[in-house]
């Protein structure tokens, strides 16, 4: 058995291991990376049982930004003839959070009251 063709197959060997990591490498950073997201579901609470809940809903829709998706709401009865309104959205965490979407609901003084996190989930 020669010494020089093991020495052969080991530098083989690594060159092989070197080109893959490098294909390996180029590939992984190809690929686009996760985005962090989260669902989020808010309790928007009126004033009184008298507030407009349809414009209450268009003032919440109306907060555009990006990163910010809304998606299906409802009205929940809270008490006394009053409703909340529960809204769904879902936020690029980098984009979005809850303090920006608690602060610009509250902008719309006239029908909000308060607005709380009913839940919070990453996806």
Not at 80 to 105: A, S
């Amino acid at each position: 058995m020669d010494i020089w063709s093991d020495e052969e197959v080991d530098e083989e060997a690594e060159r092989l291991k070197e080109q893959r990591l490098q294909e390996y490498a180029a590939k992984k950073a190809k690929k686009p990376a996760l985005i962090a997201k989260s669902s989020i579901l808010l309790d928007v609470k009126p004033w009184d049982d008298e507030t407009d809940m349809a414009k209450l809903e268009e003032c919440v829709r109306s907060v555009q930004v990006d990163g910010l998706l809304w998606g299906a709401s409802k009205l929940v009865p809270v008490g006394y003839g009053i409703k909340k309104l529960q809204i769904n959205c879902v936020v690029e965490d980098d984009k979005v959070g809850t303090d920006f979407l608690e602060e610009e609901i509250t902008k719309f003084e006239d029908y909000v009251q308060s607005v709380d996190v009913a839940a919070f989930n990453k996806i």
